[in-house]
């Protein structure tokens, strides 16, 4: 599983290979800024897009960590498209945090209010 943590200031993201370990996976360490349209941005932007894509088609189970609209104004939308493509491949998905679109409420979409709770269903299943 590969996440962003939600309202974490560096946004870093976690792999987890096994149930309760967390495995610092910060992209090889590089960092975009949002408005950086320099040729290396590009090239790293179309890496990370590859790289999430074959995460998701990997996955056995999707969490997606869902915010209120425009909470903070960073909606970039990467989760809706990681969620359609889990969606579409009949995978299983887990969100934590509300229902952001339409597609939330589907019946095989498992909702949570915290990742604890999300935890604890993962080790029920398991």
């Keep these: 599983m590969t996440a962003r943590i939600p309202n974490r200031p560096d946004s ?9 370990e967390r495995v610092d996976g910060t992209r090889d360490g590089e960092r975009l800024h949002p408005d950086d349209q320099s040729e290396r941005a590009a090239a790293l932007r179309l890496k990370f897009a590859e790289d999430d894509f074959a995460d998701v ?16 104004g960073r909606n970039r939308g990467g989760r809706h498209v ?3 493509i889990a969606i579409g491949q009949g995978k299983r998905i887990m969100i934590v945090g509300p229902r ?10 498992d909702r ?5 709770q999300c935890l604890c269903e993962i080790g029920r299943i398991a």
């Design 82 to 84: 990681e969620l359609g």
């Design 12 to 20: 870093t993201w976690y792999r987890c290979d096994r149930c309760g």
């Design 100 to 109: 952001e679109n339409i597609f939330c409420w589907l019946p095989e979409i």
């Design 57 to 72: 088609q990997a996955c056995d189970l999707l969490i997606a960590f869902t915010e209120q609209p425009s909470a903070g």
């Design 112 to 116: 949570f209010d915290t990742f604890d």
